[in-house]
């Protein structure tokens, strides 16, 4: 797996990594994929985190950890899926979760930074940046955990995500996950347009499908 880590190429004085091209590519083709309410976001979510854990597996524990964490979640979010089917064009209904639901994840996204910043900074080898690494682990689960229930607010925590995401890859040398979270960015404003609209009337459903 050492080509993985290899680099691909340069653009613009930036090495891009085989890993970390592929791995981000195949997230970024999940995350239309769950724009479109396809069940087949979360097959292609765990090839993500699987190429990334290969990657980052033997020299980079932390990081391949935390791949492992997110092909558990994907293997939920397949299951939520195949069992919630319920739109008019038999994918996933969506809809907008109650405050409960709201508080519920602010909550466990507010203390699991804390816990896995702490964790990180403990041992400082599993991360480069303990604080904004753990928010942005910490609320692509809680996105991803979002996304499985069919909340809109997954595209929110997304997009909180993209915010610190994007300097911290490119500070750290991934210049392809940096490009990459800038494209996601512009996904999820399409992607909660069309999830907002499809918690509405059918017209106003069908009128967000077809803009």
Do not use: C
């Not at 290899?6 to 724009?35: C, H, K, P, Y």
């Not at 090839?47 to 997110?70: D, E, M, R």
């Not at 092909?71 to 319920?86: H, I, P």
């Amino acid at each position: 797996m050492n080509w993985l880590n290899s680099e691909a190429f340069t653009v613009l004085d930036q090495r891009i990594i085989w890993s970390d091209m592929v791995g981000n590519t195949a997230g970024l083709i999940a995350l239309a994929l769950g724009w479109r309410r396809s069940v087949w976001t979360w097959p292609v979510q765990f090839l993500a985190g699987l190429i990334l854990f290969g990657a980052f597996f033997g020299h980079l524990t932390g990081s391949a950890g935390k791949q492992v964490v997110v092909m558990l979640v994907a293997l939920y979010g397949w299951w939520q899926w195949q069992r919630r089917k319920g739109g008019a064009d038999g994918h996933i209904a969506v809809r907008f979760a109650s405050w409960r639901e709201r508080a519920a994840m602010v909550g466990a996204a507010a203390a699991g930074t804390v816990a896995v910043a702490l964790l990180f900074e403990a041992y400082p080898s599993l991360s480069w940046d303990p604080w904004p690494d753990a928010y942005i682990f910490v609320g692509t689960i809680v996105a991803m955990y979002a996304q499985a229930r069919g909340m809109v607010e997954f595209w929110f925590a997304w997009l909180l995500v993209d915010l610190v995401g994007v300097p911290l890859n490119f500070a750290n040398g991934y210049a392809f996950s940096g490009f990459v979270y800038v494209i996601y960015g512009a996904l999820v404003l399409w992607g909660m347009r069309d999830w907002w609209l499809r918690t509405r009337t059918p017209s106003a459903a069908l009128e967000g499908a077809h803009a």
